[in-house]
């Protein structure tokens, strides 16, 4: 089976702009960190300054698993809780 991608969409509420950016910046390094992890890059929209894209590659899912039990992704989730919408896909690559 192919790597487990992740589209994190993240908008933050209005007024959380600055709040929810840091709190993303700041899971990044120790994320990329991860054994399990191929890819962990923060993206912004060009036409949306509150809106943020995650895009991700884990070797499967036990990887994804463990990265969402870490400290640091709990810290996330707490920080941005309320302060932004979230979409999340997951994807297997076909080609």
């Given amino acids: ?3 487990l991608i992740v589209v994190a969409t ?3 509420k ?5 709040l929810v950016r840091e709190a993303l910046e700041r899971v990044v390094p120790p994320s990329r960190a991860e054994a399990g992890c191929l890819r ?12 943020f894209v995650m895009l991700e590659a884990w070797r499967d899912q036990d990887a994804l698993d463990a990265h969402e039990a870490t400290p640091h992704f709990l810290d996330l989730v707490k920080a941005i809780g309320g302060k932004a919408d979230i979409q999340i896909v ?3 690559q076909v080609l």
Wanted: charged share 25%.
């Fill in 90 to 92: 997951k994807l297997n």
């Fill in 10 to 12: 993240i908008t933050a």
């Fill in 1 to 3: 089976m192919k790597d």
């Fill in 14 to 18: 209005e007024g959380n702009e600055v």
């Fill in 40 to 51: 962990y890059d923060l993206n912004i929209d060009i036409g949306n300054h509150a809106s």
